[in-house]
Nanobody, 125 residues
Framework: QVQLVESGGGLVQAGGSLRLSCAAS????????MGWFRQAPGKEREFVAA????????YYAGSVKDRFTISRDNAKNTVYLQMNSLKPEDTAVYYCARKRYGNSPVGNSYGYDYWGQGTQVTVSS
């Protein structure tokens, strides 16, 4: 079992910044990667960013590349998502998730087996 708890969401004006955290507990040592996804009202869940747990390689969706930065602290079993230059279209519930194996693209949500409860990010114009 793996437990994921997100924090750091909130309301921010366009152009502002937020940092999301995802604290993992349980059997995290077998994780291949951690990812962030988001879901806006009326839209499907979409990939935001992912990081390979051991090597630290980051991956980003085109819509957030150069604005968002994913990082991890192995000692704290925590993944972060630094979000800068936020836009109203970034408004969504953000979820972190654990990817157990590396046999599918990190951007595919079906490869993730544990999910957090989500944290709301609202960007006002």
């Amino acid at each position: 079992q793996v437990q994921l708890v997100e924090s750091g969401g909130g309301l921010v004006q366009a152009g502002g910044s937020l940092r999301l955290s995802c604290a993992a507990s349980g059997r995290t040592f077998s994780s291949y990667a951690m990812g962030w996804f988001r879901q806006a009202p009326g839209k499907e869940r979409e990939f935001v960013a992912a990081i390979i747990w051991s090597a630290g390689n980051p991956y980003y969706a085109g819509s957030v590349k150069d604005r968002f930065t994913i990082s991890r602290d192995n000692a704290k079993n925590t993944v972060y998502l630094q979000m800068n230059s936020l836009k109203p279209e970034d408004t969504a519930v953000y979820y972190c998730a654990r990817k157990r194996y590396g046999n599918s693209p990190v951007g595919n949500s079906y490869g993730y087996d544990y999910w957090g409860q989500g944290t709301q990010v609202t960007v006002s114009s």
